[in-house]
């Protein structure tokens, strides 16, 4: 990473497991519930839940409707709830509209569907630029959108948590639901990429 | 343009916390309308440099995080904490939390809950660095309990009420009125002042500016925003910016 750290390094992380050290000394936290957290995000948790969103929805359109219409309750179909995705919003790019996503005052992100965010989403260069330049920031992720195409940028201020519908990929129609789900990254749920083209054209 | 008054909306409580050095008290029972902006809202800033830079790619980048992660996140669930970790990170001085990597941030505002909350006393986070430092292990100790539960929790999680009375309405034009705590907001400054659309209601939840997260129930409307209204003219051509914003922060235009 760029930035550089107030205390050195390897002082934070001792300052962490100093922590961990008292918590579990005080008998309030233990060993296997940390234990248990880092392993739901590491295997459970994840733009893989996500992606069974997206797919879904390209192959269902009563679940397409759905998701438009209340997104927290067609997630929970598919069994995704919980921090950070109390209230869903599925925001849908078509040919004339491209979305993305972004929290300017913190990292606020759909970890049911999403997981935990990557770097670029915390910096504050994404917090402080995508807002005010979205075109620029798509380019240096390599998205270049056609001129005549709407950008939005959707801020989550508030407890509303969203995930980008990205458009299904042209030459997929005889692909099944698990083999487009593989197409979707997470990216183009956030709106900073688009979905895998298995062909190589542009869509 | 005239600027609207300030709203006076309410008295900041007893935060209840022991001093800590280099730490922001507000003053029972004191209002203050200020206009003073958190370094951590960066909406519309320069400088920052590029977004995508080599590592930027992972949620973490050492073992230590995910296990700060996860202790931020079993304080909150377990009650061990006292506020929230979102509005004391922002109480952060602006040079440390710039400095700061992500989870330091989360690391020094887990401490804070746990000392505002009287569950850890001052120093005693510093006695145990000294024994890591000896060569003392960290203790181990299993609890399967704990880690059903804890990990049971974080899967639950209620969607915003619905929002019974609303001033505004879709397609109604609105302006963000140019008010602000010193302390938590969920408005950013870059849109105080502008005119924009009310997109949809998206349900009721606490004005967080209060409390934080303990003022009363208001609509929280989807409001959309010409790009020319709040960054100027831009190379790039026109986009929308849609923020979430509790009903406080609005007024008629």
């Not at chain 1, 990216?187 to 298995?198: C, E, L, Q």
């Not at chain 2, 973490?60 to 996140?73: G, N």
């Not at chain 2, 409307?221 to 209204?229: A, G, I």
Request: net charge negative; proline share 8%.
């Amino acid at each position: 990473m760029s930035h550089s750290h107030s205390h050195g390094h390897d002082d934070v992380a001792v300052r962490a497991a100093a922590l961990e050290a008292l918590l579990v000394e005080k008998g309030l936290i233990s060993t296997d519930a940390i234990d248990a957290v880092v392993d739901l995000y590491e295997n459970d948790v994840g733009p893989q839940n996500g992606a069974r969103v997206v797919a879904r929805a390209w192959v269902d359109d009563a679940y397409r409707e759905r998701l438009r219409a209340n997104g927290t309750a067609a997630i929970a179909e598919l069994g995704y709830g919980g921090f950070e995705g109390g209230t869903m919003v599925v925001v849908e790019n078509t040919p004339e509209i491209h979305n993305v996503i972004v929290c300017t005052l913190c990292s606020c992100y759909p970890w049911p569907v999403l997981g935990l965010p990557p770097s670029w989403y915390k910096s504050s260069a994404y917090r402080a630029r995508v807002v005010a330049e979205p075109r620029a920031v798509l380019g240096e992720f390599g998205l270049t959108l056609d001129p005549g195409v709407e950008v939005r940028v959707w801020d989550s201020t508030a407890e509303v948590r969203y995930l980008v519908l990205p458009l299904r990929p042209p030459g997929t129609e005889s692909l099944s639901e698990e083999e487009l789900a593989s197409l979707v990254t997470r990216d183009s749920m956030v709106g900073t990429g688009v979905a895998i083209n298995p062909a190589g054209v542009p869509a | 343009m005239a600027l609207p008054p300030c709203r006076v909306i309410g008295a900041v409580p007893d935060c209840g916390c022991p001093e800590v050095p280099g730490l922001f008290h507000p003053r029972p029972g004191r209002v203050i309308v200020a206009r003073i902006d958190g370094i951590h809202d960066m909406g519309g800033m320069h400088g920052f440099g590029p977004v995508v830079v080599p590592g930027c790619d992972e949620a973490y980048e050492e073992q230590w995080e995910a296990r700060t992660f996860a202790m931020s996140t079993i304080v909150g669930i377990e009650g061990l904490g006292k506020g929230g970790g979102r509005p004391i990170r922002e109480e952060m001085e602006p040079e440390h939390y710039l400095h700061a990597s992500y989870y330091e941030r989360w690391l020094w505002s887990t401490e804070q809950r746990l000392l505002r909350k009287g569950t850890i006393a001052p120093g005693e986070v510093d006695a145990w660095v000294e024994r890591l430092l000896a060569g003392e292990p960290v203790p181990q100790r299993l609890d399967p309990g704990q880690a059903a539960r804890d990990r049971a929790a974080i899967s639950e999680e209620s969607p915003l009420g619905t929002a019974e009375e609303t001033r505004f309405s879709p397609g109604d034009r609105v302006r963000v009125r140019r008010w602000r705590h010193a302390g938590h907001t969920r408005c950013p400054r870059y849109v105080r002042g502008a005119e924009g659309e009310v997109a949809a209601v998206r349900g009721s939840d606490h004005l967080p500016d209060i409390g934080p997260y303990e003022g009363p129930l208001e609509p929280v409307y989807s409001v959309s925003f010409h790009s020319d209204d709040l960054f100027g003219v831009s190379d790039e051509r026109r986009w929308t910016v849609f923020l979430d914003l509790t009903e406080t922060y609005l007024e008629p235009v």
